[in-house]
């Protein structure tokens, strides 16, 4: 076997400056006239290690991390020259203990089976790991429409859009359904901020997402299909359409596919034009037929009457790409991980204060606390974890106390969080609460489409009141008002964006309503987050009197001479915290 | 999260000239067809940068869309620019991963250094600032991007830095 040597090409690969480590490792391979393969493939989840380069010879595969430009000249001279591989770069290998091997064999990858094995813009590639067997057996076997959906019924496959509605159920609604036209679309519209499991998965393992929308259209009897994606995902656009095209031309889209008789199908990507509330089914599917993407009442469910009013199946991307691998190795092998009622397993996405940020799959009913401390690595910097906040703006923040809590739908769910579409952000003991719940409205506020009253006016009327509470100005009662707007928020409100913009308050004033109180009675901010609630004083012993933050005060508060201690006149700061970024002795104080 | 939108009392144009001819391909592409409204005004933000009146009143004219709804799903989407935007638009993240992480230093010290505002363009028409909701490099936050380009684990002055860097090798 050839040496190959692979650079992981996802987003934050390329973020990370993996082209630079790619065009270098590419120029060596030419002026040195080295005889190794040269491959692209996407992210493996490591984040935290980007850029990363794997090489594997006949001795064994090596995972490299950090490998920036220069780092590459290293390995390249030491590994491919030498022969001799490079101990201390190494993050990954069957070989040794390296120190990222845990966080890679904690982790089941079944949803992630591809990502970062193989090229994604190579349909070949795909198909020597079992790509497209999904589908070709469903045709080989003669395999009928129910056969399939018992299939994923059997599997116990719950919609990891975060709504947790059986698939099986959705597929089988659908199908029940006659007519001539029926749609199958793909949610790519991940639009929870701090979430990028889906990104990953487009720009990995594209084909996975469309052989699953294959075999869910045959399942239903669909005629076309959509993919409904971000514009903010270039990447996983430009890979899509390569599959799209690929796909194509093997025969795998178009007309009699796989051989099965009058199976016609067409896939086509549409993108988003940036609204969070289009990741709402109804909404999806107003945006996609031109309009604004407001949502619709249910019933009718799109299994009825869902896009041009026909009957339509809409999952989102991590669905779809668990599909090929549930037929492939059946229901059971799929149902043995996981809890009773949430099966399988989850792709989650660790950011914040956490020290491996990057993408894990785990299986259902592992503890926060494991994937966190486990495979997370623990908090940032040593400091001490608080809150972990799951399900985005949808969602809430589960306290550490509670981080026993087992990953699944029911138990998430019990805790006022919700397991949404993956995200977790890791909070510690610097992030404020209180700044945090007012983040998500301020960010539902401006999402919410308008429709229903409640959740237009009443997310502007909390965030007014967290606006308040954080400037200092907050009144005994508040958090009462907080709560009886929240309540009528989510009885009130047409769509999921309403119904679950209030969790986020609702869960911090639950489980942090000491830092609540803090701000409204004491003035204070226990978290030194919110500014006007700060003082900023100047540490005497550390201050060299080097000038630069009076220089750079923009109200004049800041007096003292050359090499003598300063001082910041309380009346005159306006608390902007410019002296506390600018100083480069950690000698202005917050308390 | 959502850039500030047009000022509706201001003219949307600039009062540069634009070749509104360009537009016919994307309208001979797309007329008649169901679903095309959006595909139409992201063909001509794509031509222009942002969708002028002129070009309103010429999709509205040649596609029978009326323009009331044309309006309607421009000013509903954030992705759709009603007025003229500089050369480089510098995106700067606000995810929750990022918020967390101080992207509000991010933005401060841009609009400080550029001296605008949160989605301002500056005089010379040279940088765009403005916030978006999530870039989806969570584990490089603070992020930030200009053109293709991503940049992470920044602070305010590092930020400031590149801006400056882009000028300065925009110039010579």
């Known amino acids: ?591 | 999260m959502r850039i500030v939108r047009m000022n509706t009392n201001t003219p949307a144009n600039n009062g540069d000239t634009q070749d509104l001819s360009l537009l016919d391909p994307i309208i001979a592409k797309h007329k008649g067809k169901k679903g095309n409204l959006i595909p139409l005004l992201q063909g001509a933000q794509e031509l222009y940068g942002f969708i002028s009146k002129e070009a309103f009143a010429k999709l509205s004219r040649e596609t029978g869309i009326p323009l009331s709804d044309m309006f309607g799903v421009a000013t509903f989407y954030a992705q759709f620019r009603l007025n003229p935007v500089g050369k480089n638009i510098i995106k700067v993240c606000h995810g929750t991963a990022c918020h967390v992480q101080n992207a509000v230093e991010i933005t401060e010290s841009i609009e400080e250094a550029l001296n605008v505002k949160d989605g301002e363009t500056t005089e010379d028409r040279f940088f765009t600032l403005e916030s978006v909701a999530c870039l989806g490099c969570c584990s490089l936050a603070p992020v930030m991007m200009i053109g293709e380009q991503t940049y992470g684990k920044l602070t305010g002055n590092e930020a400031v830095k590149i801006i400056k860097n882009i000028r300065l090798a925009e110039k010579n």
């Open chain 1, 1 to 591: 076997m050839p040496t190959t040597v692979t650079v992981g090409l996802g987003s934050c690969g390329i973020a990370a400056g993996a082209n630079k480590t790619y065009d270098k490792i590419k120029a060596l391979k030419e002026t040195d006239k080295l005889d190794f393969l040269l491959k692209k493939t996407s992210c493996v989840g490591m984040c935290y290690r980007e850029p990363l380069v794997e090489i594997t010879d006949e001795t064994g595969t090596y995972l490299y991390g950090e490998v920036d430009a220069d780092r590459a000249v290293e390995v390249i001279e030491k590994h491919i020259h030498q022969q001799e591989p490079i101990r201390d770069y190494i993050v990954y290998t069957d070989l040794f203990d390296a120190p990222e091997n845990n966080f890679i064999r904690a982790q089941v990858k079944i949803v992630l089976r591809n990502c970062g094995y193989m090229d994604p813009e190579s349909i070949e590639e795909y198909e020597t790991r079992d790509g497209y067997r999904a589908i070709k057996k469903i045709a080989a076997e003669k395999t009928s429409r129910e056969m399939v959906i018992d299939t994923i019924l059997k599997s116990g496959l719950r919609g990891r859009g975060g709504g947790g509605f059986p698939t099986g159920m959705k597929w089988k609604f659908a199908n029940a359904n006659k007519s001539a036209d029926k749609y199958v679309i793909c949610n790519a519209d991940e639009g929870d901020p701090g979430a990028f499991m889906d990104r990953s998965v487009l720009e990995g393992d594209p084909h996975s997402v469309l052989e699953g929308m294959i075999i869910a259209a045959f399942a239903i009897e669909a005629t076309g299909g959509v993919i409904y994606c971000r514009a903010e995902y270039p990447l996983a656009i430009k890979r899509l359409n390569i599959a799209i095209k690929q796909a194509h031309e093997k025969g795998y889209l178009g007309k009699n596919i796989f051989g099965i008789p009058g199976f016609d199908l067409n896939i086509y990507i549409k993108e988003g034009a940036g609204a969070f509330v289009c990741g709402e089914e109804t909404a999806l599917i107003a945006s996609i037929e031109g309009e604004r993407g407001m949502p619709r009442k249910r019933p009718p469910f799109p299994a009825v009457s869902g896009l041009w009013k026909k009957p339509t199946n809409i999952n989102n991307v991590e669905t779809y790409a668990n599909i090929p691998w549930i037929i492939i190795h059946g229901a059971d092998a799929y149902a043995q991980y996981g809890t009773e009622k949430s099966k399988g397993t989850k792709v989650f996405a660790l950011a914040g204060k956490v020290r491996h940020s990057g993408l894990v799959e785990v299986p259902m009913g592992m503890t926060i606390r494991d994937v966190i401390f486990k495979l997370g690595g623990g908090i940032k910097n040593d400091k001490k974890f608080k809150a972990v906040q799951m399900g985005g703006p949808s969602g809430g923040c589960i306290p550490d106390f509670l981080s026993d809590t087992i990953v699944d739908y029911d138990s998430v769910n019990a805790t006022g969080a919700i397991m949404g579409s993956g995200g977790m952000v890791v909070m510690d003991e610097t992030t404020c609460m209180v700044d945090v719940a007012k983040f998500f409205l301020d960010f539902t506020c401006k999402e919410s489409c308008g429709k229903c009253t409640f959740c237009r006016m009443g997310t502007k009327r909390m965030l007014e009141i967290l606006d308040r509470i954080t400037n200092g100005h907050g009144k005994e009662g508040d958090l009462e008002k907080l709560e009886e707007l929240a309540y009528q928020i989510k009885d009130n409100s047409l769509c999921g964006l309403g119904q679950t913009a209030p969790n986020p308050v609702l869960t911090t004033i639950r489980y942090f309503r000491d830092e609540y109180e803090a701000h409204i009675s004491h003035k204070k901010c226990p978290a030194k987050v919110c500014r006007p609630l700060l003082t900023y004083k100047v540490d005497e012993e550390k201050c060299t009197g080097c000038m630069v933050c009076l220089k750079n005060c923009p109200v004049k508060a800041i007096t003292g001479e050359r090499k003598q201690k300063h001082f910041i006149n309380q009346e005159i700061c306006t608390k902007c915290g410019v002296c506390f970024s600018k100083c480069k002795f950690e000698s202005i104080l917050l308390s």
